[in-house]
């Protein structure tokens, strides 16, 4: 009942169910100008905000910042960077009549709803946080409640920076 895990992967964990299931591509870690700073084993066994197994040595900790499929590159930095003020998401599901202006919402499964303000642009959803939130990850869902009532959700598009 504690776990996020998928059931049936291994005992050697996601990492290696990827590594048996599909094929690598290792490539360059980069810095946020990017700059090589070192080399991944293949682009799915990261993810946004990951510290450890990096591989790398740059004098303090390095997070994973995002993630390039086309150019197949880890991008890392310094934890400052990871927190982002919003995000745009599109594959939009309202489960209400009328969304509100306000509501919360949360970025991950794990993670504390955290007050936001929504808004509706062209077929996606704008959402921005009171507060920024660390490591906004593109491809994930973000699902929006107010008083435990979900009210819609989408998919991570895009990430709105800290100004």
């Known amino acids: ?5 998928i059931c049936f ?17 290792p490539g360059d870690i980069v810095d946020r100008r990017g700059k090589v700073i070192g080399r991944h084993r293949g682009i799915s066994l990261y993810t946004v905000g990951q510290r450890s197994g990096l591989g790398i040595s740059a004098g303090k900790p390095q997070y994973v910042l995002g993630l390039d499929g086309p150019g197949n590159r880890v991008m890392v930095g310094d934890r400052r960077f990871l927190s982002a003020k919003g995000l745009m998401a599109d594959t939009v599901n309202i489960l209400v009549d009328e969304l509100p202006e306000r509501a919360s919402g949360k970025i991950r499964y794990a993670h504390a709803a955290a007050p936001c303000t929504i808004g509706l642009e062209d077929g996606e959803m704008r959402v921005v946080f009171d507060e920024p939130q660390e ?17 819609a959700s989408g998919i991570i598009k895009k990430i709105i920076p800290r100004e």
């Open 9 to 25: 992967i291994p005992a050697g964990g996601v990492g290696e169910f990827l590594k048996e299931s599909i094929e690598e591509l």
């Open 1 to 5: 009942p504690d776990s996020q895990d």
């Open 135 to 151: 490591a906004i990850t593109p491809g994930q869902t973000v699902a929006l409640y107010d008083r435990g009532i979900v009210l």
